[in-house]
């Protein structure tokens, strides 16, 4: 919960010392034991049982004493008294918009093809290390809409498709990429096999071949897509394991 918190606020949790509490909650006039969380001294998130009821607490720069009550019909109102925070990492106002920022701005140049994928990938990148460890939200390049457009023009193009085929061919291509980051150690360690991975997945993708080494780990891909079940996700990570293995 803290980290959940914390994440969505833009603040990096893996920098902050972490420790654990015997802890209470009023409820309803009734106090109950369970156990507290801190990040740092700030941050800390409380749990409760009542029964089979599980009842969970986290705050920011609030007093430790905190008194709950059923509610019926009406809105929360607050029962803690605020105090003032020991660090500066108070959340910024508001939530993320989600919303392209400048970090990766102007104009990308050359084949939008491969400018989106990297695009893609770092931002992957990013989102993954603010999973794990907090931080500011990751945002698209500023110049991401252009890109997007810019590819699925290409592909309608390159393949004759029409619109909404060409979309949701760039969509698998992105896919499929941004999964191979996640799972494939190779793919985020090996800057050769990565290289030759996402020629592969490109040229595959946008309809100018099917003869590429890696033709059944693509096949397996598109079955992937739908059924997303383990069985197909380990089936089409097979493959690309095979493919490293003609490729050292």
Same mark, same amino acid.
């Given at each position: ?67 709950? &009550? ?12 605020? &105090? ?6 108070? /959340? ?6 989600? %919303? ?13 093809? &491969? ?11 990013? %989102? ?7 931080? /500011? ?25 029409? /619109? ?6 760039? %969509?698998?291509?992105?896919? %499929? ?10 793919? &985020? ?58 490729? /050292?």
């Amino acid at each position: 919960m803290i980290e959940h918190h914390m994440r969505l606020s833009g603040v990096r949790f893996a920098d902050f010392a972490w420790s654990e509490e015997p802890a209470t909650l009023v409820v309803d006039g009734r106090e109950l034991s369970g156990r507290r969380v801190r990040a740092g001294a700030d941050w800390w998130a409380t749990r409760v049982t009542d029964g089979e009821l599980e009842i969970s607490a986290v705050a920011f720069c609030w007093a430790e004493g905190i008194t709950l &009550r059923s509610l019926a019909g009406e809105l929360p109102a607050p029962y803690s008294r605020k &105090r003032t925070p020991t660090s500066t990492t108070e /959340p910024p106002a508001g939530e993320p918009s989600g %919303q392209p920022s400048g970090e990766d701005g102007g104009q990308a140049s050359g084949e939008p093809y &491969r400018a989106l994928v990297d695009a893609a990938l770092r931002t992957s990148l990013r %989102q993954a290390e603010w999973l794990a460890e907090g931080g /500011p939200v990751p945002e698209l390049p500023a110049d991401w809409r252009r890109l997007w457009q810019a590819t699925v023009d290409r592909q309608a193009g390159l393949a004759d498709q029409s /619109p909404e085929s060409a979309r949701r061919a760039v %969509q698998s291509m992105l896919g %499929q990429l941004t999964a191979l980051q996640r799972e494939a150690t190779w793919f &985020r360690t090996d800057a050769a096999l990565r290289e030759r991975a996402i020629t592969e997945t490109l040229l595959y993708g946008s309809g100018l071949t099917e003869s590429v080494p890696s033709r059944a780990a693509q096949e397996a891909w598109t079955r992937c897509e739908p059924s997303d079940s383990p069985d197909t996700r380990n089936h089409w990570i097979d493959h690309w394991h095979a493919w490293t293995l003609e490729h /050292p």
